[in-house]
């Protein structure tokens, strides 16, 4: 489907058939008033659904009233956006800078820990993403994506997402940070082995360097619990949010602990945007919403409906599903072959699907995604996976498609 959209914007984007129209809650609806359920949730920004009553009466009220003030002047939309957000922050965590999305998120915390370590060394994992700006990107491990733009920031190392000893060797007294996600999201929906996160904090105590944890795409209930790292019971030094945070305008948060911010001098770091009235009216109502409407609970509940559901469908079709991963709503389904196929089965039978490299279906639905919702994505991918079986003769038992 050509648009005039691609002529535009160039081919930066991999899209998808679709002419995204409206929303509501998990549904949305193309130009020809055709319904969708929303599994992509705009790679998860749509936490709360789509035109969410509390956002947009928010919103629409903070229009009226004043859209910009920088942070240079005072404002109380902004007062008590902070005052909800460190509330519920994880402990210790009691200052954040805001800015505008996940990459200038992981800059600031990239500039907090080197001002405040004074130290070079950055330990990022293999598989992690932190964005594409150029400082985020320093510290995102797809070589694909950071090769044709060396060099980047110098001092970056990755090491096996999960594995306590090498991140051990790895880390010394020039290290300003480690940073991990505690899910991994872009490269396949990964769950950390239970020790591991513990290990990164011990690790960090003895050498000096801070913990980052980037749960830009896990935290805030996407994992069933209002911070993902609360899966594994550890805290960081500086913790990263975007994505979801402003119910779906544009807003990064960098919290960190008051003596790393301290650390930094006026004016070292700022961002004109950043912290806008507009922005944090739309993140009071989307706290509001976690804390309030049940969504972290029921993002827990439906993430055990989709994992059981997508067990069975990995016991029906054993050649086609090697493995389901994930917590909560942030869930993967590693594919033997190239997913390309079946998200466009999917589409076809009214579901937004995502994908994480080559071969996995990545489901991050809104929090408030129905149990009828659910059964309806399964009963397609049941379908389409049968489909394709079909077409290529693998379900139960049937030829390997040699494709792996
Ligand atoms: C874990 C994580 N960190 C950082 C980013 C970058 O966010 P943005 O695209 O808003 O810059 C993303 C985006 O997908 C992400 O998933």
Redesign the pocket.
């Given at each position: 489907m050509a648009s005039t959209e691609d002529m535009y914007m160039g081919g930066l984007y991999q899209r998808f058939p679709v002419t995204v129209d409206r929303g509501e809650g998990a549904l949305v609806w193309d130009d020809s008033g055709r319904e969708y359920i929303d599994c992509m949730a705009g790679?998860?920004v749509a936490l709360l659904g789509h035109c969410n009553r509390r956002v947009t009466d928010a919103i629409t009220t903070q229009i009226g009233r004043i859209i910009t003030v920088h942070s240079s002047l005072y404002n109380k939309t902004r007062e008590e956006f902070l005052e909800k957000l460190i509330g519920l922050a994880p402990d210790g965590l009691e200052q954040v800078h805001l800015n505008n999305?996940?990459?200038?998120s992981?800059e600031a915390a990239i500039k907090f820990a080197k001002k405040y370590t004074g130290r070079k060394k950055m330990i990022a994992m293999k598989g992690s993403?932190?964005?594409?700006s150029l400082g985020?990107l320093s510290i995102t491990f797809g070589p694909k994506y950071r090769r044709p733009f060396a060099p980047l920031i110098e001092g970056a190392e990755f090491v096996p997402f999960g594995n306590g000893a090498a991140l051990d060797e790895a880390v010394d007294t020039d290290t300003a940070f480690v940073i991990i996600?505690p899910v991994q999201?872009?490269s396949g929906i990964h769950v950390p082995p239970p020790e591991f996160l513990r290990e990164a904090r011990e690790i960090c105590d003895r050498s000096g360097a801070l913990l980052v944890f980037?749960e830009?795409?896990?935290g805030l209930g996407r994992t069933g619990r209002l911070w993902a790292q609360q899966h594994w019971g550890v805290t960081p030094d500086i913790l990263?949010l975007?994505?979801g945070i402003a119910g779906g305008v544009p807003m990064?948060a960098t919290l960190a602990k008051p003596e790393i911010i301290g650390a930094m001098s006026k004016g070292e770091h700022s961002s004109t945007f950043g912290g806008n009235p507009l922005s944090c009216a739309a993140g009071s109502a989307t706290l509001d919403a976690l804390t309030q409407d049940g969504l972290v609970e029921n993002s827990a509940a439906m993430g055990a409906v989709f994992a059981d559901g997508l067990e069975e469908l990995k016991r029906k079709y054993p050649n086609m599903i090697r493995e389901v991963r994930g917590r909560g709503l942030m869930i993967g389904v590693e594919i033997k072959y190239d997913v390309r196929g079946i998200l466009y089965g999917l589409i076809k039978k009214g579901i937004l699907m995502l994908y994480s490299g080559r071969n996995v279906l990545r489901i991050l639905p809104p929090l408030v995604v129905t149990a009828r919702q659910a059964a309806k994505v399964l009963d397609a991918l049941d379908a389409v996976l049968s489909e394709e079986s079909e077409k290529t003769g693998t379900r139960r038992g049937g030829s390997n498609m040699g494709r792996t």
């Amino acid at each position: 489907m050509a648009s005039t959209e691609d002529m535009y914007m160039g081919g930066l984007y991999q899209r998808f058939p679709v002419t995204v129209d409206r929303g509501e809650g998990a549904l949305v609806w193309d130009d020809s008033g055709r319904e969708y359920i929303d599994c992509m949730a705009g790679y998860g920004v749509a936490l709360l659904g789509h035109c969410n009553r509390r956002v947009t009466d928010a919103i629409t009220t903070q229009i009226g009233r004043i859209i910009t003030v920088h942070s240079s002047l005072y404002n109380k939309t902004r007062e008590e956006f902070l005052e909800k957000l460190i509330g519920l922050a994880p402990d210790g965590l009691e200052q954040v800078h805001l800015n505008n999305s996940g990459a200038e998120s992981v800059e600031a915390a990239i500039k907090f820990a080197k001002k405040y370590t004074g130290r070079k060394k950055m330990i990022a994992m293999k598989g992690s993403y932190h964005g594409k700006s150029l400082g985020a990107l320093s510290i995102t491990f797809g070589p694909k994506y950071r090769r044709p733009f060396a060099p980047l920031i110098e001092g970056a190392e990755f090491v096996p997402f999960g594995n306590g000893a090498a991140l051990d060797e790895a880390v010394d007294t020039d290290t300003a940070f480690v940073i991990i996600e505690p899910v991994q999201g872009e490269s396949g929906i990964h769950v950390p082995p239970p020790e591991f996160l513990r290990e990164a904090r011990e690790i960090c105590d003895r050498s000096g360097a801070l913990l980052v944890f980037d749960e830009i795409q896990a935290g805030l209930g996407r994992t069933g619990r209002l911070w993902a790292q609360q899966h594994w019971g550890v805290t960081p030094d500086i913790l990263c949010l975007a994505k979801g945070i402003a119910g779906g305008v544009p807003m990064g948060a960098t919290l960190a602990k008051p003596e790393i911010i301290g650390a930094m001098s006026k004016g070292e770091h700022s961002s004109t945007f950043g912290g806008n009235p507009l922005s944090c009216a739309a993140g009071s109502a989307t706290l509001d919403a976690l804390t309030q409407d049940g969504l972290v609970e029921n993002s827990a509940a439906m993430g055990a409906v989709f994992a059981d559901g997508l067990e069975e469908l990995k016991r029906k079709y054993p050649n086609m599903i090697r493995e389901v991963r994930g917590r909560g709503l942030m869930i993967g389904v590693e594919i033997k072959y190239d997913v390309r196929g079946i998200l466009y089965g999917l589409i076809k039978k009214g579901i937004l699907m995502l994908y994480s490299g080559r071969n996995v279906l990545r489901i991050l639905p809104p929090l408030v995604v129905t149990a009828r919702q659910a059964a309806k994505v399964l009963d397609a991918l049941d379908a389409v996976l049968s489909e394709e079986s079909e077409k290529t003769g693998t379900r139960r038992g049937g030829s390997n498609m040699g494709r792996t």
